[in-house]
């Protein structure tokens, strides 16, 4: 028996069916749009490209939904199976294999807690996967870092051990009885023999008939070519196969791409071309297209290159900061030729494809890169990474401060941490519970800007894991001699856990720990971390404010105590000398300001048309990643000018605009106002929010 629906039934059905078939449709096509692309022929090289949104919302973690909702923690590998499913391996804090689906939506095909454990879908663990391959069968190998062991996924989900034994080691032989340290990447050739970049080992191994046998590489960290073991590697990591069966390797430690051909012969590639920037800095990543370019993610600069076989190589994204991603440490293309990106260290997974259009210009519609700009802090209880932790140390440096270099320069690059004080050769502390996620985390060894990157937090200018005499703090810090027999290498794998208050280093001759919250180009100002008993009631103090023309030329000129400004002189630059301190501080400690900006009043203190609210023009909320920032947002005359002074000159520009991931020089167009007197009014903010109140004003005529 039919019974006829109340009207308010029906149109909630009404609603349904809509809200159905909506969101069918933007199913379709968003599949469509970014995956169905007609076949105009091989892409020549250099076009410009847009990055695409796959899945991930730029905050960590490990929830599994639809692509706007998914999270990871350190997505490092990537594979496409021919279905067009996208596998990513997860490290961190989630050690899974995840499932990208067509729509974009997320599962867990592998894993769970952290362990070694084979076994079907969840009851299977890893510890810390990073690189991923697929042979012809739909078979999974994953490079299981942190359990020194390769792993095999069936398509229905099961995983098991197919070389390694779960401890660091070097050992050839029989699958079960081989050893490897902290291998990192895999692929797989045409006859399904499987190849491992060793990278604690500094050598390329080959799995095949239940066999681990060494391709190239003699266990040393060095850059040699050569055949099989008379080669040299630094710390392997990605490998790709191209057409003629040739594998290459992005050479991290050696900021190199090599080669080793079939016969075994290892070579290093030659690039050249128009931008000489385009050489790799610390390669991660690797992947061929079917024209047999190489396409190469770098460890830090937040770059992908485009290498074309002859080795002219081009940046195919990230130079500017619409296209910088984070950690691209997973690279692969699918069928329709489109690049997929695991950025580990902003928490995405995207697309990168080359728009054939005529006249696209470079970052077209790009969504959103990095991690999110709310993305959660280390979780530090406000600790201090010197002894006591709890308790009170002297800052001596901020984000965004001039720097000058050895060779006189006094802005030579912007400070991208935060400094604190500490006597040489004091322990330097971990100020979180964290674990390694980068395959290269300690950098520079006996240098003064050493520094060793636990998860989302480098320490620098130390000795990593090293005591002041030069021995290792513990067995995890591994000491590597070279030639000679000196120690020219300390080694913390992928993967390695770390407890807040562990030793980490010693303070080096620089005395002071500088800390960088965050990946490059997306570092935070850790006075957020919230450190214990910090006070900051001071206010930023002004010493002066200038007006400069287009040439750099002072305007100086006055009248009736005020500066003339000729109105057709063109734009005015306006340069204000500032500096903060904070409560305890030693009193001649200068620091830099957190925030500045300009406005225009009339003569009775309103705000000139245009004007009507500050014009925030550089901003330190994080780090510019463009090494030029420094001279935008400083004038000539910053920094220590004269070797030997005690104190910073900080001569902010603040009509230029450092900002936002903005790099903008500007001026002040006096002529857009009329004539007669005005007030200059600076807002100077430090990082606590404090603001300068004194000598913020500078009156001006317009002529």
């Known amino acids: 028996m039919s019974r006829r629906l109340r009207p308010g039934a029906r149109w909630a059905l009404w609603g349904i069916a809509a809200l159905t078939v909506a969101a069918l449709v933007a199913s379709f096509l968003w599949e469509w749009r970014t995956s169905e692309r007609p076949d105009l022929g091989p892409p020549p090289a250099g076009l410009p490209a847009r990055i695409e949104h796959v899945t991930g919302d730029g905050h960590r973690g490990a929830r599994d939904g639809a692509r706007a909702e998914a ?123 499987v190849f491992v970049a060793d990278g604690f080992n500094d050598r390329i191994r080959v799995i095949e008939a239940g066999t681990v046998r060494t391709l190239a590489g003699d266990g040393r960290p060095g850059f040699v070519d050569g055949p099989g073991a008379q080669a040299r590697f630094d710390t392997p990591g ?52 079917a ?71 470079q970052n077209l519609l790009n969504v959103a890169v990095g991690p999110a700009p709310d993305t959660a802090l280390p979780e530090t209880r406000g600790r201090w990474p010197l002894a006591p932790q709890e308790g009170w140390h002297e800052v001596v440096g901020t984000l965004g401060e001039v720097r000058g270099n050895f060779r006189g320069e006094s802005r030579s690059h912007l400070h991208a941490g935060f400094d604190v004080r500490g006597d040489v050769g004091s322990p330097v502390l971990a100020i979180a519970d964290a674990k390694v996620a980068s395959p290269y985390a300690a950098s520079g060894f006996g240098d003064q800007a050493e520094h060793l990157t636990i998860d989302d937090v480098t320490y620098m200018h130390m000795r990593v894991g090293r005591t002041p005499r030069g021995e290792a703090l513990d067995p995890r810090f591994q000491l590597i001699a070279g030639d000679d027999g000196r120690p020219m290498r300390v080694r913390i794998p992928r993967g390695m856990h770390v407890r807040a208050g562990d030793a980490i280093g010693t303070i080096n001759a620089q005395a002071h720990v500088h800390l960088v919250v965050g990946p490059s180009g997306y570092q935070r100002n850790a006075v957020a971390l919230g450190f214990r008993n910090f006070v900051d009631t001071v206010a930023p103090r002004i010493d002066a404010i200038e007006l400069r023309d287009a040439l750099d030329a002072p305007l100086t000129t006055r009248e009736n105590g005020r500066i003339v400004v000729p109105r057709a002189s063109g734009g005015l630059q306006i340069v204000v000398e ?49 090494r030029e920032a420094v001279r935008v947002a400083y004038a000539g005359d910053s920094g220590i000018t004269v070797h030997g002074a005690a104190r910073t000159r900080f001569r902010y520009v603040v ?49």
């Open 71 to 193: 999270r990871f923690d350190d997505p490092f590998g990537i594979v496409v199976a021919p279905d067009r499913t996208a596998f990513v391996a997860d490290g961190g804090a989630s050690n899974r294999i995840r499932r990208v689906h067509i729509d974009g939506r997320v599962d867990t095909f592998a894993g769970s807690l952290e362990g070694f454990v084979d076994g079907r879908g969840a009851d299977a663990r890893f510890h810390t996967p990073s690189g991923l391959a697929i042979d012809t069968s739909g078979v999974l190998y994953v490079a299981d870092t942190g359990n020194h062991a390769i792993r095999r996924i069936a398509p229905d989900g099961t995983v098991t051990t197919l070389a390694g034994t779960g401890e660091a080691g070097f050992v050839d032989g029989p699958a079960a009885q081989a050893r490897f340290h902290a291998p990192t990447g895999v692929a797989v050739d045409a006859m399904d023999r």
């Open 238 to 289: 990605g490998l790709a196969f191209d057409a003629t069966g040739a594998l290459w390797i992005a050479d991290t430690g050696n900021h190199a791409l090599r080669r080793i051909a079939p016969d075994g012969t290892t070579t290093t590639l030659a690039l050249h071309g128009d931008e000489p920037d385009a050489a790799p800095v610390s390669p991660v990543s690797i992947a061929l297209d």
């Open 291 to 361: 024209q047999q370019r190489l396409y190469v993610g770098e460890l830090a600069q937040g770059r992908v290159l485009q290498i074309e076989a002859d080795g002219r190589a081009r940046v195919l994204t990230g130079r500017d900061m619409a296209q910088r991603l984070a950690r691209p440490a997973g690279l692969a293309f699918d069928r329709f030729g489109r690049l997929w990106v695991a950025d580990a260290a902003a928490y995405r997974v995207h697309r990168i494809a080359q728009v054939r259009r005529a006249g696209a210009k």
């Open 578 to 626: 500032a500096w903060d301190q904070v409560d305890g501080n030693l009193a001649r400690r200068r620091l830099g300001l957190h925030a500045l900006g300009y406005q225009i009043l009339t003569a009775d203190g309103t705000p000139a048309s245009g004007f009507e609210v500050p014009r925030m023009t550089i901003v330190f909320d994080r780090m510019p990643p463009h």
């Open 655 to 703: 009509t230029n605009t450092v900002r936002d991931g903005r790099l903008e020089p500007g001026l002040w167009d006096a002529a857009a106002l009329p004539a007669g007197d005005y007030i200059v009014r600076i807002t100077a903010r430090d990082a606590s929010g404090n603001a300068a109140l004194a000598n913020r004003d500078l009156a001006v005529t317009l002529q």
